[in-house]
């Protein structure tokens, strides 16, 4: 494995000047968590455009297929689709080791005009959190699980064939399997070291709960630091696999029949070097701080189920018997609730939210847990008796909104969201969800035509 390389301004001149960088990809994190920008010449970037470069108003509102529809206050077709000013963050800059003499950084938005940071970036969201959490006292550290499915077929393939013929490239489920993960080393082996090589700290994979299906671990580390390898790791994943001839997604229910793909987030709390959610004289070493901020989560679960769950087909994986939750609660090793409490008794204890989907944004999700932990913490909220046993069977414990449709109105309810990021940015993604909603409504689906053809 090649060893990590920390690429820092200085070093990116020095490669750039040797011809071993010639290409860089300045990027900014979108809506839905896809990078976003552009590739400079090396050269031009280290003598101008790492102090900024600019991008159109319309990629903080827009949608999955890259339409610009109506109904944002923050940009439109009448106020002319201005630009927005990408701003590297040089502490980003990276290799990137499956790319020839390319190296990325990430960059935050400013405003055009008020050069202030854009509200409802998600990368600003998150970081604006970050900073309400260090007036308390407080670092999160974060970690997310990346699952998806490999396919034999590459994207091409599969596009071409109107997404019928579908084969993932595993056979059987494979949760924990090594001689089936094996099969899938031509694409998990250099994902992992290429990850690990541009200074992602990567843990392993492992083989998921279905045919086909793979989850990649990266190490906990600060909330926006853990944001940043998700994004990336993501973009590796559909990048490296293109290379090697195979489709990847990353859509939480690609068939009714399959287990879906989830991405949990762990977090705790830190001050001085030491957790503040353990105390060895608590039950279960859990602090009163670490109970108020799982009351907040849970007593603010559905005001931020859309950042955990932004689209149609997010809410088809939340099922029975799925290891998906679909009941607010929260229990001590369970992985049928929603938050599932781990590493209890000990300095690692956290609690993992087992909510979000694959295809979430992490810095939209990890931002909106934050506001909640934060308000619990500040209200002193206390926590809720543990759920054991099945929650699937529980008919009484408040349910996961079902749907887009619900987790939009609990969102456009949300005076706890509205306190934490601003009534406007609340607006914007309450109209994000809407174009979704919008846009599906539109389409006559194979389950209607299958279904009605005949015998209607």
């Excluded at 689709?81 to 800059?93: A, I």
């Excluded at 998150?126 to 077929?153: D, H, N, R, V």
Aim: net charge negative.
């Amino acid at each position: 494995m090649t060893e990590t390389k920390q690429l820092t301004f200085e070093t990116l001149k020095s490669d750039v000047n040797d011809g071993s960088i010639d290409t860089v990809l300045v990027c900014l994190v979108d809506m839905q968590g896809r990078l976003m920008g552009k590739r400079f010449h090396a050269q031009s970037f280290v003598e101008s455009a790492y102090q900024e470069t600019h991008c159109c108003t319309y990629l903080l509102a827009t949608d999955l297929e890259m339409e610009t529809p109506d109904g944002y206050a923050s940009t439109s077709w009448e106020a002319g689709y201005g630009d927005y000013v990408m701003k590297p963050d040089l502490s980003t800059l990276r290799y990137v080791p499956w790319l020839e003499g390319t190296a990325m950084v990430l960059c935050d938005v400013i405003d055009h005009s008020t050069h202030k940071p854009v509200p409802h970036s998600p990368r600003e969201m998150l970081k604006g959190q970050i900073a309400k959490l260090a007036s308390l006292g407080y670092t999160a550290y974060m970690a997310t699980e990346l699952e998806f499915f490999l396919f034999k077929e590459s994207f091409e393939e599969l596009a071409n064939s109107n997404y019928k013929q579908m084969t993932p490239i595993g056979a059987y489920n494979e949760d924990y399997h090594i001689f089936q993960t094996t099969k899938e080393e031509g694409v998990m082996r250099p994902l992992r070291n290429h990850l690990y090589e541009m200074g992602i700290p990567v843990e392993g994979s492992k083989g998921e709960a279905e045919a086909g299906q793979e989850e990649l671990n990266i190490k906990y580390d600060e909330a926006l630091a853990c944001a940043d390898h998700h994004t990336i790791a993501k973009h590796a994943t559909k990048e490296i696999a293109w290379q090697q001839g195979h489709a990847v997604t990353f859509l939480p229910k690609w068939d009714h029949t399959r287990i879906g793909s989830s991405s949990h987030v762990h977090q705790s709390l830190w001050k001085d070097g030491n957790s503040v959610f353990f105390d060895e004289k608590c039950e279960l070493g859990k602090s009163e701080i670490m109970d108020s901020y799982i009351a907040g989560l849970i007593a603010y679960a559905m005001d931020y189920t859309y950042f955990m769950a932004p689209y149609v087909n997010s809410y088809k994986r939340f099922a029975k018997g799925s290891f998906a939750p679909t009941k607010i609660v929260w229990s001590v090793d369970n992985r049928t609730a929603a938050f599932r409490l781990c590493g209890a008794g000990s300095s690692a204890i956290r609690v993992e939210c087992r909510v979000p989907g694959s295809d979430m944004n992490p810095y939209l999700a990890q931002s909106a847990m934050l506001a909640a932990g934060i308000k619990g913490i500040e209200e002193k909220m206390k926590l809720p008796p543990e759920f054991t046993g099945n929650v699937y069977k529980d008919s009484e414990a408040e349910s996961i909104p079902g749907n887009l449709y619900k987790a939009i109105e609990t969102l456009r309810a949300s005076n706890m969201l509205k306190e934490a990021f601003g009534e406007e940015v609340v607006k914007h993604y309450v109209r994000c969800g809407e174009v979704e909603i919008e846009e599906f409504e539109k389409v006559v689906t194979d389950w209607e035509v299958k279904r009605g053809f005949e015998r209607v």
